[in-house]
């Protein structure tokens, strides 16, 4: 199971440039209206100090991160979902997104045009709220069923939550949006992806990209559990929060799922105090919990089968 957001905004507002800082990936970045077409797909690892930290007693061969993925999908322009500017192909892309990471223009580049003519974040933001919206009404028009089930409201684009991210460069005047947002300047933050540890300490540029997924995971509402394979793997993994041992365990691996028993669990904190899992069990410190056992974020799991 991944989880999915979807890099949304007007033409020309730096969502490529957002998606290539973000996933290292050689993507289309270009100062012309729809540069990109096919969205573009890249994994994002989750920062998590707590991972190294049971990485540094463990000493595995592999430290592999939780992640999230990210969809850099084309510009949204006015009259999208009537299907101006190939507004539908793009609509229909945001559906398959957990959540939407809306970049929202706040710079000067006078090469870049400004599809909406100005800097105006609160107005650009409506637009494309209000394509969602339309897009909305006319699927609910299309399926005029009375009853809506649970699934088909949650497949409404307009009902996805929203992260703004203001692209700014410090530079341009702009009335910041009524809604609360994340600013970033998006060309900085793509620019300090490629330079080296020594250098961004020379020039003092720490990168802010760290705090969007960490929002973004927030508003997906995920939590992290940990496995440890032996010295081979050791791991994070994202769930929904509220979610019960078997479901994280068909996360890790479908027979985890299906042929769960029970699991041992324990506070990624304890284990460090405690140094290794051996010396915990003896202690006591090891939970054995069953099927009804909700995941707490900064478990330490063993499923058992
Ligand atoms: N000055 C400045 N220019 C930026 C910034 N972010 C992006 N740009 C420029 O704006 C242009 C468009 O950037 P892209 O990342 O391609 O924008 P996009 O939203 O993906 O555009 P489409 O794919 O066409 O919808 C490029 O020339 C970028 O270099 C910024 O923070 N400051
Ligand atoms: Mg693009």
């Known amino acids: 199971m991944s989880f999915v957001v979807g890099i949304v905004g007007l033409p020309n ?50 430290v592999i991160p939780a992640f999230i993925k990210f969809i850099d999908i084309a510009g949204l322009i006015k009259g999208a979902h009537k299907g101006e500017g190939l507004g539908n192909q793009f609509l229909a892309e945001i559906r398959n997104c957990d959540i ?21 974040p609160q107005n ?30 949650e497949d409404l684009l307009a009902q996805k939550p929203v ?23 998006l060309k900085e933050e793509m620019e300090i ?15 802010k990209l760290d705090h969007i997924v960490n929002a973004c995971y927030n508003i997906l509402d995920l939590i992290t559990f940990f496995t440890i394979v032996g010295q081979k793997e050791t791991r994070a993994w994202a769930l929904k929060k509220g979610l019960k041992a078997p479901e994280a365990g068909k996360i890790v691996h479908t027979d985890f799922k299906e042929k769960f028993i029970r699991a041992e669990v324990i506070n990624w904190q304890k284990l460090i105090e405690l140094k290794d ?11 054995t919990v069953g099927k009804d056992y909700v995941v707490q974020d900064g478990d330490i799991v063993e499923f058992k089968i």
Do not use: C, H, M
Request: glycine share 4%.
């Open 100 to 120: 939407i990471l809306e970049v929202v223009r706040a710079f000067e580049n006078i090469e870049a045009e400004n599809v909406s003519g100005k800097i105006d």
């Open 277 to 287: 899992w051996k010396q915990a069990k003896e202690k006591g410190e090891i939970k």
């Open 163 to 185: 992260i703004y991210l203001l692209n700014t460069d410090n530079k341009a005047d702009y009335v910041p949006p009524k809604t609360e947002y994340l600013a970033l300047n």
């Open 193 to 207: 992806t490629e330079l080296s540890e020594a250098e961004k300490k020379e020039l003092g540029l720490n990168s």
């Open 13 to 62: 507002v730096g969502k490529s440039t957002l998606f290539k800082a973000l996933t290292k990936k050689q993507v289309d970045i270009a100062p012309r209206p729809f540069t990109t077409i096919n969205p573009n797909i890249g994994i994002v690892e989750v920062p998590d100090q707590r991972l190294e930290k049971i990485a540094e007693i463990v000493g595995p061969e592999k």
């Open 124 to 153: 650009d933001i409506e637009t494309i709220k209000t394509e969602l919206e339309l897009k909305d009404l006319e699927i609910k028009e299309r399926k005029k069923s009375p009853v809506k089930n649970e699934e088909e409201e």
